[in-house]
């Protein structure tokens, strides 16, 4: 079955999403676009060109939009359609997605982004939040075409007045919302600990709140692609455009980890290196990142959990996308747990440091193989793990986060930081 996608890139048209005869997903930018001196790609992965991009091209870019298999196959059952077929995913979903991407049918018009929403009572919302396994991102509700990438149940909101509201047709999102997980008790609290233990070691980091809709605990997690205005004395939310690290590197989202072929660490920081506008900031905090992550236990740090802003700057803000300046940086960190604490999930790292697959087999020597790996000094990155841990260490008990949860989640940090100050301050 064939058919055509316009997609478009804050409100301008820059190309076609294209399904052939056979089924091939293809894209296109469109002419005008590419004559544009103000253009900029979608992705890294897709540079600015007038040649189709076939379907091994554009598919780490558009299937990265979204969310995760077992989503995607629920997804596809509610609404009869193939769970492999992106086309079709994103011609039914793809109207509100992560950074300023939007998916219409060839032929309609972009709908006006005229902050059309629905105030969600809170035991509307806790039915939602019921219904999210059931029906992931409400797909198929009247008026409602979300898409986030992952396999977390979330759906977007906007957070207006103290509001909690549905964001409708065109209208961008402000925040996300992350309901409890059945099997994996105080997942939200871990989570919240874990991101707010980042922002208190001073890592750019997502805010987030937890809040409660009847007897269900959730995450609310504040959007760092979008931002806000006042216009006519309302607020308005702008999107701000970006995609993650194994979309940028053109790697399918099925291959997260990089055991199956995904990122590693060395692409992470050639990536940021290459294209960062400010590298020596954003490699300094990616460095850093990474061993907040190994610090804390957070074995799912793979390629889709670190992403690119593309920010365009606009002084009116009256056309976000043509602007007097443009810049890529790293996107502040989210998605932040300390997995040890459930003994199912896997005790392997998504991405290697040196040779280590585990954070029990890390020590001083693999660190000095990731820091050739990334073209960093060796006694700079073991000085940053030694800073960091104690950095860590004393902010542990300063966050203020209370569930059971976290006070295994404490003694496992508390440990793990000790036991890597006494191996690398062995060394020095």
Not at 182 to 187: C, F, I, K, L
Not at 216 to 224: A, G, M, S, T
Not at 412 to 427: D, M, N, P, R, S
Request: glycine residues 8%; proline residues 5%; hydrophobic residues 45%.
């Amino acid at each position: 079955m064939s058919g055509e996608l316009d997609v478009y890139l804050h409100k301008f048209l820059v190309g076609h999403l294209i399904q052939d005869g056979h089924g091939e997903v293809l894209f296109k930018y469109a002419p005008a676009w590419i004559e544009n001196p103000a253009a900029t790609p979608l992705s890294l992965s897709l540079p600015l060109q007038t040649d189709t991009f076939g379907q091994k091209l554009c598919k780490p870019f558009f299937a990265g939009t979204l969310p995760d298999v077992v989503k995607r196959k629920i997804i596809a059952k509610n609404l009869g359609i193939s769970a492999n077929n992106d086309f079709a995913m994103l011609e039914e979903i793809g109207g509100e997605c992560a950074g300023a991407v939007t998916f219409v049918k060839t032929g309609d018009r972009l709908p006006a982004a005229d902050d059309s929403h629905r105030a969600l009572s809170i035991a509307e919302l806790s039915n939602i939040l019921r219904e999210l396994p059931r029906r992931p991102l409400m797909a198929g509700e009247s008026g409602v075409r979300l898409s986030l990438a992952g396999a977390q149940d979330k759906i977007p909101v906007v957070i207006q007045g103290g509001n909690i509201m549905l964001p409708l047709n065109n209208a961008p999102s402000s925040h996300i919302i992350k309901p409890s997980i059945v099997e994996y008790d105080g997942m939200v609290f871990n989570e919240a600990f874990c991101m707010k233990l980042a922002k208190a070691v001073r890592l750019p980091v997502a805010d987030v709140e937890i809040g409660k809709a009847e007897d269900i605990d959730y995450l609310l997690v504040e959007r760092y692609d979008r931002v806000h205005k006042i216009v006519g004395g309302h607020l308005q939310w702008e999107r701000i455009h970006q995609e993650d690290f194994s979309q940028a590197l053109g790697i399918i989202p099925e291959w997260k980890y990089q055991v199956e072929g995904g990122p590693s660490l060395k692409q992470c920081f050639d990536l940021v290196r290459s294209n960062s506008t400010l590298p020596a900031v954003d490699l300094r905090n990616l460095l850093r990142s990474v061993i907040f992550n190994f610090l804390i236990g957070n074995h799912d740090a793979h390629g889709k959990n670190f992403s690119l802003l593309h920010i365009i700057y606009d002084a009116t803000l009256s056309t976000p996308l043509l602007g007097d300046a443009s810049q890529i940086r790293m996107a502040p960190l989210y998605d932040l747990v300390c997995t040890p604490v459930y003994p199912t999930l896997s005790k392997n790292m998504a991405m290697k440091i040196g040779r280590a697959r585990r954070i029990d087999e890390v020590d001083p020597v693999q660190f000095e193989r990731f820091a050739d790996e990334i073209a960093f000094a060796k006694p700079l990155v073991k000085q940053l793990v030694i800073e960091l841990a104690g950095t860590v260490l004393e902010k542990l008990g300063e966050v203020d986060v209370e569930h059971i949860i976290v006070d295994d989640i404490r003694k496992f940090i508390g440990e793990h930081c000790q036991a890597v100050l006494k191996a690398f301050t062995k060394q020095q």
